[in-house]
Structures are given as structure tokens and as C-alpha cells.
């Protein structure tokens, strides 16, 4: 199920116009819209970029198999000049290095087709699991198929299947690398095995990892397989817009995806504090609303997050109460949300809600049993950048001994390391602080307005995303399997 | 209304999709029409020069993509080379632009009302647009503004203005220094009622308001602290009024004010007050500081160097600091809060930079103090140099020792010597052009260097200029010190706008006295442009109506303004009759619509009579224009003979106005004769007296 849901002015319209405009110009567009910020939040980013990428894909002159290493470079170069526009919107580099890997990967399943990779492991096995996700998504979620079942993408997999995939990684906690001679054979075994994804991944992933490490260095995927066989040099295009096609669903379908989580992570009669106005965090609390009683203690988020907030909060005057939202309530479900109900605010469906100042943190923590934050980016060491003020409450859930727990989709986890995490925080109109007018204050003192917060890992207990819980020591696993081990330098 | 994004998408979808809908078109006036930016401007036009090392214009362009606009009509005249290049060269030429962009360049163009004239000829214009100046400096989004513009237009048939206004504090650092215009705003603060143009210096000026005024809305919001950033969202009816009223210069005190008060037009203009959001307008070089200051301290957000509008590559540090890649800093060297330094540019040791912005490639030597200070590209500081809030443009260089103090400014390519001193009020130039020799006092500095200095100064010794020293201007010496000269045709002094201004300082000023202004103004500017007399028949008439005013002020006014206009003609004693007849003739059609009986007649020969005290061949001239009058049966010989006999102006006999009458003594004496006599021999007998 792909939810309709409207887009800011800037978006639509970029959206609209990257269709029949040339990519570079496009690309043109979409740095101005960058640049004045007329398309912000990291979701919308996503989408812009991802639409983009689809669109300089679908035009450049690299089509052939033995042409990716130039697709490849136009990619990255595409992507140097999108994240130079607004370094702060990390979000950019992870949608392209993860184009970046869609690209990798078609080139490497189609070598193996060929027989050339003679590694044990491939393509092939990757569609299997695909196979087995797609029987296993119709159980449970029938809407939200994906779009290509035989894309041959071992990553596309969606919430049904990944709730199984948390779960198992959850109850094993450490990460067992798996034998990839032993995976190949229970993979070709057993293929309705909703586990077996999992496993098929790693493995899949792993002979990528190793195929790239050996071939990347001499730039010559299509070149060594010309000398042996009557080599057709296969056009990857299709393949690969098919791949940023899934981004783009799995861009709409995320909210959906960690929403499914909700229930396990929010008990009845809790008071959750909750930092952030995301429709991540809104869907979440809204699935959860679905079976259970709670509380909600919404933090305002002053001054940069403040309307959006109450808007959460604020009982809906253009969107109606999803009819029969009650009596489904006391009949739990495993439905996804419809879209009105993803737009229903937490009042207007009867989740108690309180709005609290963000100086009363430190006064309400005591009361609460955990804390819920949205983010902009999660970084690879488990920290995280978010709104302004979050680390004030992270800090003071920590000493409290609350747990905090942060949902997001997989697509903001960036693999960089923040070394320098000043640079990657946003600072916003100052505006926002103080009215400019009041000359005695703005002539005299210095006034600042960050956006943006950076919270350490140590603070953060555990991530929520559309493929599973993680803890932040263990995110690095996660950005392996989105990411490999190509390392692409787009800053 | 549909959306305008929508719009805009209809139009990124290229030729092939005519958007059903009219473009939203903006027009840009990339040209000030003063000197206040002078000498800089002198080389390089105030839209291209930098502001935290981005090109003003850019902001402006930002702002406008940022409101959804779809064409954009940039009028500029002075340095419309320069203009034109860089906009061919800029990001927005190019097809991925969210808007097209048509640079245009008319001599003729000397103020906003001239671009507004122009634009009406041109049809370019379907819609209502958005007209702003070159120099804006806004975050805030149009497209809500739009649309209560639009809702309103449908309520109102008349609104033919949005205009943005900001309140801002009375001692705002942003505040332009010495310039005040006074809103009256309705109940809801919505409608702009009247607008009146304040001096500094006549703070008791009294306030004129149209007597209808009060009796159509009883509450009324007098406000005095707006900063009026020139962004309107402007009627496609209202270029056809500027070519109606040819006089109008400027776009508020003409303009808003003219329309504001007469009746007649009944049209209504409306302010929208914002409350969130940024904008400001470079007006003078206080105005640019202090805007600079704002886009340092992400006022401005997101136009702020470290967005990089143009190809930059600025980061942002806490404190508001911004540093280009290439920046060569000494270990020892101090960079203090909310300073912006450019790539290529080395900063030597223990030399301290606070709150300065400072351009690319520039080198700043060891021991030197930048407080505040603007520093362009390429500009080379010597050691131990100490430089205040000034202003050093490109390739300037500063020789070591020098000390700078704020208020100065140091133009393009100026060479400072080694251990100079400059007062707070120099401005360096090495340009120097007949013109400015004309309007200005120079004092060349030749240094040892042989390179050549040029003090510029204005020597417009406006009370004007004192009064903005007064309000303590962060730069003093603001040398266009004149702000109702915005709109004139600088260097000319015969300007309607300047006479008016000295009108405007006759302290105690009736209506009647008002409307006589107004006419002479409208009157004489029409005579000098030659319009048809129909149109100043339409204009003089407008103006009575509105003013009430009784035929009697016409009828001075008028003989104000034709005299006014013969004298300044009539360069011999040969031609003076040729310029009356012709002059007389051309107004026929006016004088017959203001005399209707024998008093209107002596009236009106007493106006003028009045007008020739103290002007060259007074006596002459009487004669001529009483004979012409007479020839064109505007007079009879009872009108003439009373005025003769009374023997009293309107404002009694002076010894003047009586050598003034002796002028006509023979005219009236023949017409005397005539009058006893009735002959026939009229021909002859004017033969006589031509002489």
C-alpha cells in the first residue's frame, strides 16, 4: 500500500518537473530548491534525490554491463555535487551510495550469471530470497507487495518479513558471521524459510563485499569475461531503475514499516515522552494507539519544532476521525494504517496527550517510562543528529535510568563517522528565537539558533528502523548490509 | 486561486505545456537613481557589488525563486553592461532557472516611474506582479502574500497594491538613518489609508489628510515605524496610472501618496505587515552594514554565505563564522564571532578579525586589527594596520601603519600609503569623470607613487546632508543626502521633484496652498514635456477635484506655471512674443475651462502680473501675454480696462507689480482708444504696438 500523502508545495513540484527536464538540469533544480531550503526534512530529501538519481540513470550514456564503472563514476560525481549543495542534509549521500550499491550489485549478479564470478554465491540466490520474501509479505501484508518480485535485490524486503528478521537478531544479539557454503545449501533447501532471508542476505552481501574488494581496484567488471566467452554485454539499466524504483517505494512505505514495531515496544498504560513531530513517530504512535491505552507527554520542541508539534497534538480540523477508528480498537488488527488514519492527530483518536514545555523535561522524566524520539540522521557509530534539545533529554532520561528509544527508516542511517559533529549540525533563522524588531536585544547580543542536536550512541538504547530494532553498538552491522564495504567519498 | 507552485510546475514542463494560467511575472528596478553608493558605484552598479561576498542581485533572485515567481523583467540603466553579463553568465540563464529572465536597458530610464511608463508601452505586463528593487535582501515567501493579494483583488475591485511593510524599533540599527514616511493604516491595519514622506528635519511639519478621510473610517492606526522594504505586489493597472501622471518618480512618495490622495482614482492599496521572516532593502551604505550584519548572524537564513549561493564553498563554525576552503590562517591570528572570510584569502600573526567580512584572495598582513570591517576581493593590508567598520573595495591596497576609521570607504584599486591616516568621512576613488567634476569637489592627491588619488566628495550642501550627520549614521557623509532626490534626474536642477521639495518646506502650508503645488508642478513638468494639453487639462482637473480647490487657485497656478515656463523659454527680446503666442495658443483649450466671466479675466491678469514681479522684461511680457489674451478673445476689453483701473493685484500694488502694469501701458491705452472709438483699423494699429 503506497500512501498518497501530500507533498510540500516544492517537492510536488520538483517531483513533477524532474520528469520532463534533462538530469542536469534537474539537477540544477533540485540545488536551487536544496539551497533555499525549500525542500527540508530528511524524508523529502530522500524523495527528491532518489527521483533524481532515477531520472540521471534512466538518461546516462552508460548502459552496458561493461560500462557500470562509468555509470558508477557519473553516480558519485552526481552525488560530490548534491551533497556540496547542503552537506548538513546527510541523507543525500546515503540515498546514493545506496544507488551506488543497487548499481554494484546488478553488475555483480549479472557476472555470475554469466558464470564468471566463481564465487559460490550470487544473484541467483539473491532472487531466491526475494522469492521467499514476496510469499512470506503476502501473508501478512498484502498491500505492500513489492513492485518487482524478481529485481534480483537482496535488500528489498519489507516490514512483515523484517519484524521475523529483528526478532531473531534481537534474541541472538551477536552477530555470527555465517558460512557461506553452509548458507548456500539451507538456502537452495528451504525456501519458504521466512529466516532464510535473513541468512541468504548475509550471504549475498558477503560475496558482493568480496567480489568488489577484488574487482573494484582494476575497474574492469566487463572486461575480463570478454576474453572467455561469446560475451553479451548486457544493457543493466532496466535492472537497475528497477532497483531505485524499490528505494522509492521503500521511501514510502517506511513509516508503515516501523509502525508495525509499535506494539511491542509500547505497553498499555505507559507515559511515553515523546521529542519530535516526524509522520515516522506519528504512524508509530498512532499503530499503537490501535491496541493500546497510553499516554503521551509531547515534549513542545521550542522554537524550530513548536507548530508542528501542536499540530500533532492539535485535534484535526481538515482531516475527520477515521471512521470506526474506535470499535477497530477494540478489535486489535494487523492491518496497515489507512491514510486518514496516519493523518488523524493522537487527540482526535483518544491517545491522552500532554504538551509540555521543553524546560519541564527534567520536571515530567521521573514520570515517564520511556522516551521517543524521531531523528534526522543516524550515524555509524550509534549517535544520532536530531532536533535541537534532544540530547538535553536523552541526557536527562539517562539519569533517570529511562530508556529512549528512536524510530526511524533505514534510508537516514548514514555510514559516516562523525568526527567533527559541529559541521553537521544546521543552524536556522534567528529569527525563530526573537523577534528582529526588538533592537535592544538584537543589537547586543549574540544571538543563535541550532536546529539541530547531536546525541551520542551512549545516550540512545535503542533504534527502531523499517528493517528491524538495533542497539547502537550493533548499527554498524546495519550499515554494512545497506551500504557493503565500497566506500564511496561523497563529502 | 490555484496554487502558484502549481503554476511553476506547469511552467518547468517546458514549451510543449502552455500553463493555462498567466505567468507570475516580477519586475526587478536594478537601478537606485541616487548616489549614495557613491564612489563605488561609480565603477561597478549597486546590485553587482558584494554582499558577504555574494552579488546583491543574487539575493534578490533568490528571493524571488523562493515566492514561486516565473518571469522576471530586470530594468536597469546605469552599468546595464555589467548587468546584462552577469546575468547572461549566471545560474539563471541557464534552462534549469525557475524563472526566465529578460534584462532590460532603456536610456530614458531615470526613476521608477519612468520603468513603470516603459513597462506599460512595452505590454509586457498581463498579470499582477511583484515589483521590487534590485537591492532586497528577504526570506519571507511571497506565495501567502500572493494569495491574499488575489483574494483581496476579487473582494476589491480597486486594490491595486500589496505593499510589505515591517515594524521595526524607532533606534533599529537597520532603520534607514533620515528617512521616515508615515502610514495610516485602517482599523484592521490592513488597508493603507494615506502615506505621507517625512523630512527629518521638519519634525512639525503638519499633516494634510483628505477631509474624507476620517469621515469614511473613524479608527485609524498612525504608524511611523515600518521599514518599508520596497516589495510590492503591484496591479497590472498600475503602470497605465504612471503614464497618466508623467510626474510621478518614485514609487512611494509619488505614487502611493498620489493615488492615496485623490478621490477621483478611488483606489485602494493594502499593506501586508509581516510577522515572521526577513526583509530589508540596501539603501544606503548604512543599510548595507547593517543588512550585513543581519546575514552574518542568520537573520537571513537560508541566504547566508554558508548556503553558497554562488558557488562557494563557505562553512559554518559556532559563533557565526564563516570560512572558505584555502583559508591560510597564522597560528597566532584571532578570527572573533560572526566574520566571514573568503577562499584564497591569508590572514598574517597575531592579527585579529572580528565581525569583518573579508573577500577571496585577499591578504591581510601581521599585527592588523579588522573590526567590522568589509573587505572585498583582492584587497592587499599592509602590517600593523588598524581598520574600523569601513568599506575597502577590490584590489584596493593598504599600505602598513595605515589606520582607517570607521565611515570611510576605500573604492576600487585605491592605493593607501604606508602610515596614512583616514578620517571617518574620506571616500577614495580612482575614477574620475566630467560629470562628477560637475556636481562634486575634488581634491586630487597625487602620491609618491604616481599613483593617483581622488578624494570624492559631494558638495551638495543640503541642510539634508547635516541632518543625517546628526542622527549619527554609521557612514556620516551619506553624499546623496537628498532622499527625494531618489527619483530625480540628479543633475538637473529644473526637476519638478526639487521644486517641490522646496515647496515642501514653506512651513506653513494650507490646502489651497497644497494644490497650488501640485498644479504648478504637473502644470510646468507637462509644458517642458510637451504633453497634449487634453492630458493636463485631465491632470489639472483631477487635481482640483481632489483637492477641492476653487477656480481661483486654478487660475494662479496656472498663470504660476506658464509664466514660469516663458521666462525659462524667452532667451531675447526678439522671440518673447513668438514663445507667448505660442504658448498661449497651445493652452487655449485650458484657459477657456477656468474663465467664465469679466472677474475670472482680472483675476487672471493679476496672477500673472504677480508672477512677473522681479523677472527679466516683466514689462514685455505683461504686455505680450495681455495682447495675446486679448487677440484670443480670452479677455475683452472690459476684463482688460478693469484690471487696468483697479490698479491692485489681488495682493495690492508694490511698486514692482506697478512697473510690471507700466509694461502694458500701451496695449491697454490702444485698447482704450478702441474701446472709445471702435474703429475698424484693428491691423494697423497692432502693427504699431508690436514693436
Known sequence: MVVADEHPPALAKFLKAVTSVKADDATEILTGLLKRREIKTSRNVAKAVTKLLLRFVSQNRHTKLSESQGLIKDVRDLGRTLVATQPRELVIGNIVRRVLGIIREECHDNNSIMGFADLPLGGRLSRASSIGDESADLGSNPGSGTATPFSGRPFSRDGGEEDIDAMSRRKSKAYIPPNPRDLTRQGSIALPNPSFGENNLQHALFSLLRLQSEELPNDSPGLKPQSKEPFQDKDIRGDVIEGIKELMDELELVDEQVAAHSETHIHANEIVMVLGSSPTLQAFLMKAAIKRKFTVVMIEAYPNDSHATQDV???????????????LSKNPRDEPLTTAEMKATLTSVGVETILIPDSAVQAVMSRVNKVLMGTHVILRNGSMITTAGARTVARCAQGHSIPVIVVSGVYKLSPLYPFDPDSMLETGESSTVIGWADSEIVGNAGIMNPTMDFVPGELVDHYITNVGGYTPQNLFKLVEEQYGSANDTLE | MAPPSKRASAKKTGPLEEAPEALLQAVIIADSFNRRFRPITLEKPRCLLPLANTPIIEYTLEFLALGGVEEVLLYCHAHHDQITEYIRESKWSKPSSPFQIRVIYSPSIMSVGDVMRELDQSRLIKEDFVLVSGDIVSNISLQGILKEHKARRLADKNCIMTSVLREISPDHDSRPRGENALFVLDQNRERILHYEYLKQS???????????????????????????????????????????????????????????????????????????????RIQSLQTYDAILHDITRKWTHPFSPDTNLNQQTYKYTRGHIYKESKVILAQSAVIKDNSIIGAGTSV??????????????????????????????????????SLGNCIVANDAYIGDDSIVESGAVVSYGVTIEKGSRIPTTARYTKMSTKKEKDSGRFTQVIHSKTKSLIEYEDSEDDEDEQRETDMGALYPPDDESDYSDISDFSDDDETPGKRKKGHTRTSSESEADSFFREAYNSLLGALKQSHSVDIMILELNGLRMSANAEFSEVRRATAAAVIAYIVSKITSNENTSKVVDATVEKLLPLFNRMIFEVSDQVELLGYIQTELVGKERSGTLMQAVGMKLYNEDLCDDEGLLTWWNEGNGPEGETPEMAKVRDGAKAFVKWVEEQDEDEDSEEEESEEEDDE
Open chain 2, 202 to 280: 521638519d519634525s512639525d511639519f503638519p499633516l494634510l489628510l483628505p477631509r474624507e478621510l476620517a469621515k469614511a473610517s473613524p479608527t485609524m492606526h498612525f504608524q511611523q515605524n515600518f521599514l518599508d522594504c520596497c516589495i510590492d505586489i503591484v496591479s497590472f493597472e498600475v503602470p497605465p496610472l504612471f503614464t497618466e501622471n508623467f510626474d510621478w518618480q518614485h514609487s512611494r512618495k509619488d505614487f502611493l501618496h498620489g493615488i492615496l490622495m485623490d478621490e477621483l482614482y478611488g483606489k485602494t492599496v493594502y499593506a501586508h505587515i509581516l510577522k515572521s521572516g526577513y526583509a530589508g
Open chain 1, 313 to 327: 497534538v492539535r485535534a484535526p480540523s481538515k482531516f475527520t476521525t477515521p471512521t470506526g477508528f474506535k470499535q
Open chain 2, 348 to 385: 598574517g600573526d597575531k592579527t585579529i578579525i572580528s565581525g569583518a567580512t573579508i573577500g577571496r584572495d585577499c591578504i591581510i598582513g601581521k599585527n592588523v586589527e579588522l573590526h567590522s570591517t568589509i573587505v572585498w576581493d583582492n584587497v592587499v593590508i599592509g602590517d600593523n594596520c
